[in-house]
């Protein structure tokens, strides 16, 4: 019998095609990994992995253990779900992925009453940007994951997720209390077109949003600083370096050097939970539903889940 933990790691080395990816992605060290996998081959009786450089190439046996896994965490899957039903409680390990801001806006409180709800179930939580997210659920690193996406841009589900909306979430423009524009009721992209923005990198969901926001002007949007951190843009912010978005939800309080105002059209993202719907009889996934839901702090929370695809 193969241990699953190693070939797990396995499976994480031909995803990312490095050590160091496979171990960010489970939360190990590359010297963990590559000693999981060096177990794994005398388990097995057979060579895995291929070192070149920096990058490693599974060998046809690797490749055939890896989807393997897959079959394997499959079924197991398919039978916690089962005996979670039988106890008719939520029990076991779950995992749950979610962005900075909801973890700030309503996914701490979920968790907290969960854990006093159900003490036999043992809530895990990954902060995790949307697509990372979605690809955490589909190789079974993660169980649920709370995602968004823009009203411009859609966030691409996998056939294998099933996903119910939580929410809508309204940005505002975030200015310097000084700025020009700060006193005005509301603004249109066309008034902030030629503005300095403070905002995230290019391939975050955040970016590819505020870009589409311009395009129908024929507007690129000058991103002159690419932040991560929410605390890092509202110090440029507060340093009058830049003009920003920032969404209402988990945004808390601002200091007095900053002013938002509402813009016109009101950007918005849908906040949604995705998970495989292999799982979704799971006893543990409906608590953990259900307490998302109950913390939301919109009016205009989702009601049924719906199949995605």
């Known amino acids: 019998?193969?241990?699953?933990?190693?070939?797990?790691?396995?499976?994480?080395?031909?995803?990312?095609?490095?050590?160091?990816?496979?171990?960010?992605?489970?939360?190990?060290?590359?010297?963990?990994?590559?000693?999981?996998?060096?177990k794994l081959e005398r388990e097995t009786g057979s060579a895995l992995l291929d070192r070149q450089g920096g990058k490693v190439e599974l060998t046809p046996a690797a490749w055939l253990l890896a989807e393997a896994t897959?079959?394997?965490?499959?079924?197991?899957?398919?039978?916690?779900?089962?005996?979670?039903?039988?106890?008719d409680q939520p029990t076991g390990r779950l995992v749950l992925a979610a962005f900075p801001t909801a973890c700030r806006g309503f996914v701490a409180a979920a968790l907290a009453g969960l854990a006093g709800r159900y003490p036999a179930l043992d809530c895990r939580l990954l902060e995790s940007d949307p697509n990372r997210a979605v690809s955490l659920v589909v190789r079974g690193e993660a169980d649920l994951a709370v995602v968004h996406d823009w009203h411009n841009t859609p966030l691409t589900l996998p056939a294998s997720l099933s996903v119910v909306e939580l929410g809508e979430d309204i940005a505002d423009v975030a200015l310097p209390a000084g700025h020009p524009l700060a006193d005005r009721a509301a603004l249109t992209p066309y008034d902030l077109r030629e503005e300095?923005?403070?905002?995230?990198?290019?391939?975050?969901?955040?970016?590819?949003?505020?870009?589409?926001?311009?395009?129908?002007?024929?507007?690129?949007?000058?991103?002159?600083?690419?932040?991560?951190?929410?605390?890092?843009?509202?110090?440029?912010?507060?340093?009058?370096l830049g003009v920003t978005m920032l969404p209402r939800l988990g945004r808390g309080d601002l200091p007095s050097t900053v002013r938002v105002v509402p813009m016109q059209p009101p950007p918005h993202r849908r906040v949604s939970a995705v998970w495989r719907s292999q799982a979704g009889r799971r006893p543990a996934l409906h608590a953990a539903l259900a307490a998302l839901r109950g913390r939301w702090p919109g009016t205009h929370s989702g009601q049924s889940a719906r199949d995605a695809g």
């Open 1 to 38: 019998m193969f241990d699953l933990n190693r070939l797990r790691a396995l499976r994480a080395v031909a995803t990312h095609g490095t050590m160091t990816g496979a171990a960010s992605a489970l939360g190990y060290t590359p010297s963990a990994i590559s000693q999981q996998i060096a």
């Open 70 to 87: 897959d079959e394997v965490v499959a079924v197991l899957e398919r039978t916690r779900s089962r005996l979670e039903e039988q106890r």
């Open 196 to 240: 300095r923005w403070i905002g995230q990198g290019s391939g975050a969901m955040c970016h590819e949003w505020l870009v589409r926001c311009f395009s129908d002007l024929g507007i690129e949007p000058d991103i002159a600083y690419q932040i991560e951190e929410y605390e890092s843009q509202i110090a440029l912010l507060t340093a009058g």
